[in-house]
Structure formats: C-alpha cells, structure tokens
C-alpha cells in the first residue's frame, strides 16, 4: 500500500500523468481494472505507474529464468577412463568442447590416469596441452593443470573477441555456402541440449568403468608354461597409445 501522498503518475501506456493525490490515483487505476504499483520509491514525489501487476511479475519473470537460462556454465568433458583413448575419440571431445565455449560456457578437461600410467603423467599433459592448442582461437586457459587424485583437469573460458572472430567467420561461410545453394546446418539451443545430454552420458559411462576398476578383481589363472599369449592377429587391431605405454612401463 503506498502511503504517501502526493505522488507522481505514469499511465498504462507510459503517458505521464503528473503528480496527484494518491487516493485519486488508486481509483483511476480500479477504474481501469489495473493496480497502482510504487516503480521508483527514493524521489520526492514517488512515482507510480497503473499497470497490471500480475501481467508484469509473469513478464518479469520470462525474463528472469531465460537469463538464468543463457548463464554461464562450467561443462566438464571426460577424456575417457585411460590416457589410452583413441585419438578419434578425443577429436570427438574437442570438438564438445568448441561447441560450449562458442555458446559462452566454461569448460573443464579432465584425464583420468589408470594403474601404472601414473608413472607417465607427461602423456595426459601433453595431450591437454594439444586440445589447448587446437582450442586456442576461441578461447584461454582460467585453470592451468591440476591434479586430483588420479586425473589432471583444466578449465578454459572463451575469449569474447576471439569467439566473436570465429562467429563472424562462420557466418561468412554460411553465407557464400547458402548462395551457392548448399545446405547449412544452424546450431541451435535445442541442438546444444543435446550436445549436454550426450556429454552427461559419456561422463556417467566413464565414471561407470571407473567404479568397475575399483571393485576387487578374481585372481588371474596362470597360464601353462611354454604357452604364449595371444596377440592380436595383425597391425590393424593394434592402439599405438597401448604399444607407447608397455614401452615405457616395459611390457614386453
């Protein structure tokens, strides 16, 4: 309830009304079917503006929740359980990982050490040190990185200019695209929800196999002696990280 009086007027369509009794503008507002809501509280007079409130807090609050919804996030994207991950599975995640910082979120890369690749902890660095180069146009390193326990994270922010730069540039090229008439794909946020639903996936599958290595494992059967393991049948089958790895832990 407003209290003083008198107070200056605005009407339902911003037209001002000029400074009136109070009570005479609570009843040009029931008139009306609107309320008298106090807008600018610290003036002598106070203004006051006819509306409908309810209308405005809806409005209001619209407004609100798609900015909540637009904010800032920080994503965290999985390189998999293992300094092992294939290299086409990482260009997958960098590539997760360019999508949410064009979308101005934050992004923090985690790699995961298993067993005795904890020996080799420059294998996952200079693979976050590869994404960072690939990513650089777009963005800068917030977190350098950081250990926990068996992972190393950083965190990288977008760079306004720089993901400006890109925007332009791709808009460019959808556009000599489009002339020529070839189809353009337009991200969008639903495609971009579906992007977080995917990641979310991937990191519940990895942290999934996490708990499977945790769990205590049954003793291994020894194999009979003068008996070779099997290999794979050829080049093809073999992951170039695994060969890198038993070299440096000295697997034979």
Known sequence: MIRISPIRVVG????????IDTHEAVRMA???????????????????????????????????????????????????????IGGHDVQIRVDQARRFLMAGH?????????????????LGIERLAEIVDQLEDICKVEMAPRWMGRQASIVLAPDRNKVDTAKRKIAAERAARAELGDDVEVDDDASLEE??????????ADAAEDDDDDAVAAPEQEEPKG??????????????????????????
């Open 30 to 84: 029931q008139e009306r079917g609107l309320d008298l809501v106090e807008i600018v509280s610290d003036s002598r007079p106070p203004v006051c503006k006819i509306m409908d409130y309810g209308k405005y807090r809806y409005e209001l609050s619209k407004k609100e929740g798609k900015s909540r919804g637009h904010a800032p996030e920080l994503k965290e994207i999985r390189l998999g359980r293992s300094v092992k």
């Open 227 to 252: 008996k070779k393991k099997k290999g794979p049948k050829d080049d093809r089958a073999r992951n170039p990280v695994d060969d890198e790895l038993a070299s440096l832990l000295g697997d034979e």
């Open 12 to 19: 339902p369509d911003n037209e001002q009304i000029g400074v």
């Open 106 to 122: 934050k992004v923090q890369i985690t790699q995961r050490f298993k067993g005795r690749e904890m020996m080799h902890k420059e």
């Open 195 to 204: 992007l977080e639903a995917l990641v979310e996936a991937q990191n519940l």
